[in-house]
């Protein structure tokens, strides 16, 4: 009886490993055959959170250098008090984290914008933050909403709640501006990015990825919604929008069409967005799997005048199937808010929103942000 239960188990065992050996082998034989610049390249992750927050969720983020060498992230986190989604929607708020290495780990430092009342557009909820240092000063833009009424608890807060429907009605696009990367930042009573009745985003604005350009013209993409004709909003949207300067004012182009839709290149969030020689480059979430294969992977497009997109002949940038520095392999519950760091020029380092859990964001237990290097 030992000897068969003993059998039984080395077989196990002997299954498992090689169905964990067959995962591995066929990760790395994709990312080896890809054509994709991004996915080809992306090296072994670290198992040591870029930043985590005890007892908050912890979400995007972005990365600037400053002149002393530093290294300086703002990301979103919000208190584990609340389920994650919604949570973000109600009460997150930006904070700033320092590291003398771009890969981290990141200590906290201070809470960069954080609520400042049901009053202002931005109130309640900061969150999508992309930062960056131009012309001797850091310029935040991220996404901001508001709501008139109290905390809610945990079981309060559902998708259906008073929260969550005026939370995200209220998302919009906006701008502060600090002279060191510890603040004050200079927060405008405004959006950047309103929302304007018969367009793709008459319901709300959201996940701003902006470029300043040669010229400090700047392009940004961001995701709409809009009203339907019974009055619910519809699926999400990409669109792109311009300003002279970084404190704009923005036009939306492409006579305020979206860019990537549902009814023609399916739905998209998450984008990033940067530019080189060649011209403009995205990689988005590719939420229902129409490009890459894979629901919530990454897909890579490109255009040379941002507004006419064309997507990679090999369109998977990443997944949520990582390879880390231990050796070992494993499936995150989540993999968005990508965020490309440039060193002279160069991609080195790729940042993501991440959580643990068999996918869903009702099932994760912690988030935290993650680095992966880019050979």
Not at 313 to 337: C, F, H, M, N
Request: aromatic fraction near 14%; hydrophobic fraction near 35%; charge should be neutral.
């Amino acid at each position: 009886m030992k000897k068969s239960i003993l059998l039984l188990s080395l077989s196990m065992f002997l299954t498992v490993s090689g169905l964990y050996s067959q995962k591995l082998d066929n990760l790395i034989s994709l990312k080896e055959n890809s054509k994709n610049r991004l996915f080809h390249n992306l090296g072994k992750a670290s198992k040591v959170p870029a930043f985590q927050s005890e007892g908050y969720w912890v979400w995007g983020s972005s990365v600037v250098k400053s002149p002393d060498g530093k290294y300086h992230m703002y990301v979103s986190r919000f208190p584990k008090s609340l389920p994650f989604h919604p949570g973000w929607m109600v009460a997150s708020e930006i904070v700033h984290a320092v590291s003398d290495k771009i890969q981290g780990p990141y200590t906290f430092s201070d809470v960069a914008l954080p609520a400042r009342g049901a009053q202002y557009w931005d109130g309640k909820s900061t969150h999508n933050p992309r930062i960056f240092y131009y012309k001797g000063k850091y310029y935040l833009i991220y996404m901001g909403s508001t709501h008139p009424f109290e905390n809610p608890t945990y079981d309060e807060l559902t998708l259906d709640s008073k929260w969550c429907i005026v939370g995200r009605a209220n998302k919009r696009v906006g701008l502060a501006v600090a002279e060191t990367p510890y603040g004050p930042w200079k927060r405008f009573d405004e959006p950047i990015i309103k929302t304007e009745p018969n367009t793709f985003y008459s319901f709300l604005t959201s996940n701003p990825s902006p470029v300043i350009q040669e010229d400090g013209s700047v392009l940004m993409i961001f995701k709409g919604r809009h009203y339907t004709n019974d009055d619910k909003y519809s699926s999400m949207s990409l669109g792109v929008a311009y300003a002279k300067n970084i404190e704009g004012p923005y036009e939306v182009l492409n006579n305020k069409q979206p860019i990537f839709q549902v009814d023609g290149q399916g739905e998209a969030e998450d984008p990033f967005l940067w530019k080189d020689a060649e011209g403009y480059h995205i990689i988005f979430k590719d939420h229902v799997a129409k490009f890459t294969g894979e629901r919530g992977g990454g897909a890579m497009a490109h255009s040379s005048d941002g507004i006419n997109w064309t997507v990679d002949p090999d369109p998977k940038a990443y997944s949520l199937t990582v390879e880390w520095e231990d050796g070992s392999i494993g499936k995150q519950g989540q993999l968005e808010r990508p965020f490309i760091y440039f060193e002279n020029g160069k991609p080195v380092y790729v940042f993501f929103a991440t959580m643990d859990g068999p996918g869903g964001f009702e099932n994760a237990t912690r988030s935290w942000n993650m680095c992966i290097p880019i050979k």
